[in-house]
């Protein structure tokens, strides 16, 4: 039993910590500049689970198997929650200022989390707002 409320107590200051990193508010919003990227890039695994006092192997498994996430998905979500609002808010923003505003170092990987995440790509999404872009920058 004390296993498991370790590893639920590490959770939950895993999710916050998380969730303050990935720079979500109070109020659902972002905290995260517009011109440069957020602090999800810099954020690890290794960097968290130090914070949390345990090892990076540890605070893998509680999140594969208490929300069924790699540490990597989970931070990519709220990457691309970030880049949606980017789209809806700067719609003649370039997708790939965009894409490292929210802290994805590539266009690709921006493109794979975003689909995995949306079901459609960033240019699908703009499209689907009704925002048609001249030549994407």
Known sequence: MKTYLRGLLALLAALALLTAACGSDDDGGSSSDT??????????????????GITPHQLSQILNERLEKSFSAYV???????????????????????????????????????????GETPQQFRHGLGILSGVEK
Not at 82 to 91: D, G, N, S, V
């Open 76 to 118: 990519n979500q709220y990457r691309v929650m970030e880049a949606r609002e980017l789209i809806a808010k700067e719609p003649d923003r370039s997708l790939l200022s965009v894409c490292h505003a929210a802290g994805f170092n590539s266009k690709s990987a921006f493109n794979r989390a975003f689909r995995q995440v949306c």
């Open 35 to 52: 011109t440069g990227g957020t602090a999800t890039q810099d954020l690890t695994l290794g960097g968290l689970a130090s914070e949390l």
